[in-house]
């Protein structure tokens, strides 16, 4: 018997709701028909296990130009959408800006009732917006939230994620992460990655204040501590309007390195000298590489989505509410130590 397909809305049309890979060609249920799936509306237009019911947009120019692609219906908000009798929506996508999510979860958990809802990131523009957001989802137990960290659902996290865990690795001892384009725009993904791999962070220090960015966000660096002996640096590149994201994590056993917004991932492992003289090891001169896939990144979100509605026991949510909780936490006492 053929599973039924997983109906989904799409609740905003920017950038990443459909323009970024907008121009690109594909074909229905068809991964492989498109160059790029970096938008949700190409992930589960082309995600065969996915049914885009239809898609909402407060602005009419965004509706039109989403079907000039897509064919699908549009519609102007969510009541417009319920009146033409539309009411077993399975999953949810809301792609807005931050400021507008709070009061658009609660309107979609009372009146659509989904399973999964898939939020953008930042999920909130304060920690005391999140905490509400946070407040909402909790009423509804049966509710999963997952949060479009993007990096954290690539095939390639979990085989790093692996290696750090194994115990050729051992402990972590230093790292840095790079960024640029706002803490909570953009820096937070490359925070939220290194949260996923090394587990509890605490923030430790400040460094220094960089520029403002957008309406709601900022550039700043500082230090967060794994342990006693154990940092973690965060440097914005400021005012050098330069879009930046790497992660370099030293281990006992070795270095990894999410290079280049993540498009690349390195690993070097720890060798020992073969001179008799040399008492420190060092880093193998030859990395492995792995291939990211990251030109596809939202379909693989959805991959992962996919198996919570196939499985009936908990499983593990790969970027959950609670997680990013723990991201605007971290921000949070960031941003607030400059005040």
């Known amino acids: 018997m053929k599973k039924s397909k997983i109906n989904t809305i799409l609740i905003g049309l920017g950038n990443i709701g459909c323009g970024y890979d907008y121009s690109i060609n594909f074909e229905l249920d068809n991964p492989q028909s498109s160059r ?24 009419k120019k965004a509706c039109d130009r989403f079907n000039l692609v897509y064919k699908n219906f ?19 996508i809301i792609a807005v800006n931050p400021q507008f999510q709070p009061k658009l979860i609660e309107e ?28 909402i989802c909790k009423k509804y137990s049966n509710l999963i939230v997952c949060v ?9 996290f979990f085989e790093c994620k692996q290696i750090i865990s194994s115990n050729k690795m051992g402990k972590f001892l230093h790292g840095n992460i790079v960024y640029g384009k706002g803490l909570l725009s953009n820096g937070s993904h490359f925070l939220n990655l290194a949260q996923g791999l090394l587990g509890k962070l605490e923030f430790f220090r400040k460094l220094n204040q960089g520029i403002s ?24 590149l400021c005012s050098n309007n330069l879009r930046a994201g790497e992660v370099d994590l030293w281990f006992e056993g070795g270095r990894i390195c999410w290079l280049n917004n993540g498009n690349s991932l390195y690993f070097w492992p720890r060798v020992k000298s073969d001179l008799i003289s040399e008492s420190y090891d060092s880093l193998s001169n030859i990395p492995t590489i792995f291939n990211t896939n990251i030109s596809k990144y ?42």
């Open 148 to 156: 479009n960290y993007i990096r954290r659902y690539l095939p390639v």
């Open 74 to 92: 549009t519609y102007e908000s969510i009541d417009s959408f319920l009146k033409n009798g539309n009411k077993n929506i399975d999953f949810v």
């Open 298 to 339: 939202q379909y693989f979100v959805l991959d992962e989505i996919q198996k919570i509605f196939n499985c009936d026991a908990n499983i593990n949510i790969n970027c959950s509410l609670d997680d990013c909780i723990e991201t605007m936490d971290l921000m949070h006492t960031a941003l607030t130590s400059y005040e």
């Open 108 to 135: 979609v958990i009372s009146k659509i009732s989904p399973k999964v809802i898939l939020l953008e990131k930042p999920i909130a523009i304060s920690m005391s917006e999140a905490i509400k957001v946070n407040n």
């Open 213 to 236: 960015y957008g309406d709601f966000d900022r550039e700043l660096s500082f230090i967060l501590k794994k342990d006693s002996n154990s940092f973690l640096s965060m440097h914005s």
């Open 36 to 59: 790029k799936i970096m938008t949700h509306a190409r992930a589960v237009s082309c995600h065969p296990a996915f049914k885009l019911i239809a898609a909402i947009d407060n602005n």
